[in-house]
């Protein structure tokens, strides 16, 4: 704040923009808000990143108990898709999804919302069902 009073102190003494309309006790409102503004965006920024930062990894990532039946899940439905014929087309388009490693599905879950696991889940369901048909 040092370097700002200098700055109005500096304004006021030079009589910085005549016929403005603000004169110098105007400018240094002015300077003053606008410095006040920059302060309390910085901490409301600051404030924000923090919570962001704390928040993203517990929210995020699903739980252990909940992969661990999800990846069980999975390789459940990869061996089922292996039995049907009609599934080799998505098992090749997208081998990621029906891979029959454990530990490939539950590292996925753990690194992503539970909402995006459990949609992968029906998707695979989805394509079982018709490849079932």
Not at 82 to 87: D, L, T, Y
Not at 120 to 129: P, S, Y
Request: with cysteine; charged share 30%; glycine share 8%.
């Amino acid at each position: 704040m040092a370097g700002a009073q200098r700055a109005i102190r500096w304004m006021l003494s030079a009589n910085i923009a005549p016929g403005c309309g603000l004169g110098g006790v105007g400018i240094i409102y002015f300077a003053i808000s606008i410095f006040q503004g920059v302060k309390m965006f910085k901490r409301v920024f600051f404030a924000v990143a923090t919570i962001a930062v704390l928040t993203s990894s517990t929210v995020r990532a699903a739980d252990e108990r909940f992969c661990r039946d999800y990846a069980r899940v999975a390789v459940d439905q990869a061996h089922r898709a292996e039995r049907h014929g009609r599934c080799d087309r998505a098992r090749r388009e997208n081998p990621a999804r029906w891979q029959g490693d454990f530990r490939g599905h539950y590292d996925w879950c753990r690194g992503v919302h539970r909402d995006n696991a459990e949609a992968e889940r029906a998707e695979r369901d989805r394509t079982l069902d018709y490849c079932a048909r």
